[in-house]
């Protein structure tokens, strides 16, 4: 059983920063690849950031490319989320999860979800 807990989620301003870390319980966690994912209201969860075991490969959507970086520290069982340069589109829940599947963007291919953290950029 895998347990995610995110947290580092509040209130923004345009331009402003915030780190999000993931905490994974779980003796392998090293072995896990992981995706952070957000969903707005209304709209469908959306990809934001992939991170490979070793952290050799990491992926980013368009929307966020540039601005945010994802990191982990497998020694803490944690994973992080770097956003800066934050919009007010970027308001939403976050959401860390680990990779199951095959397609690295896509939610049906990650279990073991987080229970959120709620990312709100003010204008």
């Known amino acids: 059983q895998v347990q995610l807990v995110e947290s580092g989620g509040g209130l923004v301003q345009t331009g402003g920063s915030l780190r999000l870390s993931c905490a994974a319980s779980?003796?392998?966690?090293?072995?896990?690849?992981m995706g952070w994912f957000r969903q707005a209201p209304g709209k469908e969860r959306e990809f934001v950031a992939f991170?490979?075991?070793?952290?050799?490969?990491?992926d980013y959507a368009d929307s966020v490319k540039g601005r945010f970086t994802t990191s982990r520290d497998n020694a803490k069982n944690t994973v992080y989320l770097q956003m800066n340069s934050l919009k007010p589109e970027d308001t939403a829940v976050y959401y860390c999860?680990?990779?199951?599947?095959?397609?690295?963007?896509?939610?049906?291919?990650?279990?073991?979800w987080g229970q959120g953290t709620q990312v709100t950029v003010s204008s």
């Open positions: 991170i490979s075991w070793s952290s050799s490969i990491t």
């Open positions: 999860a680990r990779r199951l599947g095959t397609r690295k963007t896509e939610p049906s291919a990650y279990g073991y």
């Open positions: 779980g003796r392998t966690f090293s072995m896990y690849e």
